[in-house]
């Protein structure tokens, strides 16, 4: 393996241009900042991290939500990093030390049998991007207790990428497209950005080889003028995806704009749960009531992080105030986090 990473650098060395590529998987920037390997390629092969942790994704108006219940006395369900992620005033954690009552779950499984053995209502806060979405449709269909209901937080890669590259922020060139999605939806959702931005992608496995063979894959289309998606982790990933959990999404979500964290509304970029589920839809279930207020004020650059325009060391909270005990944005909570990755394996390469 050693001497095809030194073969394989050594192709990316002899066919380097300036670009700059965008990955949207948390995975990926593991990998990528704990195999260094930012360190390996020329420097003007730029690699940047953009909305890939679902967690940090989730806006602060959604936390809201999920504090609303809890604090109605709704038991509130969700997975670990999601506790400490910011509302407008808090987050669950801040919840739970309250006398909410706020439990982690490995999955939404884990929530729907606590439901049925509870007499309290148990909202499950189901954030994810369209990896996870298949698992929460599977339960709906299955016919929870009705003392159970879900808070759709579920969003789509490919709008956001869409978003990205229209509004030129970033001044992407090229898409490393994250393998576990990708399982999901196939490669065919990217083919419009080669066809219609003349960006080069390549849908990557979670190895440091895959990432190197990406970066190289594209700078080899880049050099031959080339615009296509190319599938490296064939492994795992079909053209198609997964047909049988895209028809389970179907027919239990619906696609509506909505934003993101540190993203304005994205148009048709998240699921929300049809009218024939709506008895397990949180949203229409309870009157939930919040302020539309903005993410609170304290210094953090989660939104650009986000958006790729930013890395964690320009932020000033960075290693001080913010880190992973103490995370003062969203970007620092998950390690999937781009600030969380960066704290644990050393400066943003």
Same mark, same amino acid.
């Given at each position: ?6 073969? =394989?650098?050594?192709? =990316?060395?002899?066919?380097?241009q %300036?670009?700059?590529i ?8 593991h $990998?990528? &900042? ?8 020329? %420097? +003007? @092969? /730029?690699?940047?991290?953009g ?13 809201d ?6 604090? +109605?006395?709704? !038991?509130?369900? $969700? ?22 009552? @706020? ?9 729907? #049998? &606590? ?5 309290? #209502? ?7 991007? +369209? $990896?996870?979405?298949? !698992? !929460?449709?599977?339960?709906?269909v ?16 490919p %709008? ?22 990708? !399982?999901? =939806? ?8 080669? /066809? ?31 615009a ?11 053209e ?8 389970l999404? +179907? ?5 509506k ?8 509304? =994205? ?28 993410? &609170?004020? $304290? ?12 890395? %964690?060391?320009?932020?000033?909270l ?22 969380n ?9």
């Amino acid at each position: 393996m050693k001497n095809l990473t030194r073969e =394989i650098v050594e192709r =990316i060395r002899k066919i380097s241009q %300036p670009v700059k590529i965008m990955h949207v998987c948390g995975s990926h920037e593991h $990998t990528i &900042m704990q195999h260094g390997i930012r360190t390996l390629i020329p %420097p +003007e @092969v /730029e690699v940047v991290a953009g909305p890939g942790c679902p967690v940090c994704c989730v806006p602060s108006r959604e936390v809201d939500e999920c504090l609303y219940l809890a604090k +109605e006395g709704v !038991t509130i369900a $969700t997975f670990g990093d999601m506790l400490r992620v910011p509302g407008s005033k808090g987050c669950l954690a801040d919840a739970r030390a309250d006398g909410a009552d @706020v439990r982690v779950v490995y999955g939404i499984g884990n929530a729907v #049998e &606590m439901a049925e053995k509870l007499d309290n #209502e148990v909202v499950f806060m189901a954030a994810g991007f +369209e $990896t996870t979405a298949p !698992t !929460t449709a599977s339960e709906l269909v299955a016919g929870p207790p009705q003392n159970f209901s879900v808070l759709s937080c579920h969003r789509l890669i490919p %709008p956001a990428l869409k978003f990205l590259i229209e509004s030129g922020e970033v001044n992407l060139n090229a898409l490393i497209e994250p393998g576990h999605v990708s !399982t999901i =939806i196939g490669t065919n959702p990217y083919q419009i950005f080669s /066809e219609k931005y003349n960006i080069p992608q390549v849908v990557a496995g979670f190895n440091p080889f895959d990432v190197l063979i990406a970066v190289y894959l594209i700078l080899k289309q880049i050099k031959e003028g080339k615009a296509q998606v190319q599938n490296e982790y064939k492994r795992a990933v079909r053209e198609e995806g997964n047909i049988k959990a895209q028809e389970l999404m +179907e027919k239990v979500f619906y696609i509506k704009s909505r934003e993101w964290r540190g993203f304005p509304s =994205i148009p048709d970029s998240v699921y929300e749960i049809r009218d024939d589920y709506s008895q397990f839809n949180a949203r229409e279930k309870f009157d939930i009531e919040i302020d539309e207020s903005q993410e &609170m004020v $304290t210094g953090c650059i989660c939104g650009p992080i986000l958006r790729g325009v930013a890395r %964690p060391e320009e932020c000033k909270l960075f290693r001080k105030e913010c880190n992973p005990v103490n995370p003062v944005g969203a970007c620092m909570v998950s390690k999937e986090g781009t600030c969380n990755i960066a704290y644990r394996y050393g400066s943003f390469k």
